[in-house]
T-cell receptor, first 111, second 114 residues
């Protein structure tokens, strides 16, 4: 069956360190993969999109990698700040632009 | 970035009543909008895909007669939860797709059915 897995356990890191979040998927062949941030009681906010033919994408302190062989994406936040604390969702975009979300990983950045 | 406005942000209703949620793309035209529901600490579950001027496409297990979707214009889609019951209480979120293949989300609607 098709599955998207993100670390269900919360990730706790110290301010200034790099946070790395993992997204693994099975039985999909996504055209794109996206990462979103979601704060409690709010809708997701788009962060980055990476296409199947791209290995890496960067935006300010954010970096995303996409390995279609391993069926894995890594999301990095460098020089993390307490304001980065949120839930981060991985989303696969399949044919017809149907978006399938992972359950998200909760990130806590301690000052 | 593009702005998607969703209203209301929260609603409390009695069991058996209907609730309408609006989703508007404020600064772009969206031929396709999506509706999701999310339970606490769970992922967003796609309910249906709404295409302007045509019938919505519902995901398996979603009752189309209960969750009525209308996408009458390029900037507005509505979700009506008919005859709501307590088990329909959830966080409902819409999103709209831009022409450059990005999704922008509304801020969500927390529905509580008493």
């Amino acid at each position: 069956s098709q599955k998207i897995e993100q670390n269900s356990e919360a990730l706790n890191i110290q301010e200034g360190k790099t946070a790395t979040l993992t997204c693994n998927y099975t039985n999909y062949s996504p055209a794109y993969l996206q990462w979103y941030r979601q704060d409690p009681g709010r809708g997701p906010v788009f962060l980055l999109l990476i296409r199947e033919n791209e290995k890496e994408k960067r935006k300010e302190r954010l970096k995303v990698t996409f390995d279609t062989t391993l069926k894995q994406s890594l999301f990095h936040i460098t020089a993390s700040q307490p304001a980065d604390s949120a839930t981060y969702l991985c989303a696969l975009i399949t044919g017809g632009f149907k978006t399938i979300f992972g359950a998200g990983t909760r990130l806590f950045v301690k000052a | 970035g593009a702005v998607v406005s969703q209203h209301p942000s929260w609603v409390i209703c009695k069991s058996g009543t209907s609730v309408k949620i609006e989703c508007r793309s404020l600064d772009f035209q969206a031929t396709t909008m999506f509706w999701y529901r999310q339970f606490p600490k769970q992922s967003l579950m796609l309910m249906a895909t709404s295409n302007e001027g045509s019938k919505a496409t519902y995901e398996q297990g979603v009752e189309k007669d209960k969750f009525l979707i209308n996408h009458a214009s390029l900037t507005l889609s509505t979700l009506t939860v008919t005859s709501a019951h307590p088990e329909d209480s959830s966080f409902y979120i819409c999103s709209a797709k831009t022409t450059n293949e990005k999704l922008f989300f509304g801020s969500g609607t927390q529905l509580s059915v008493l």
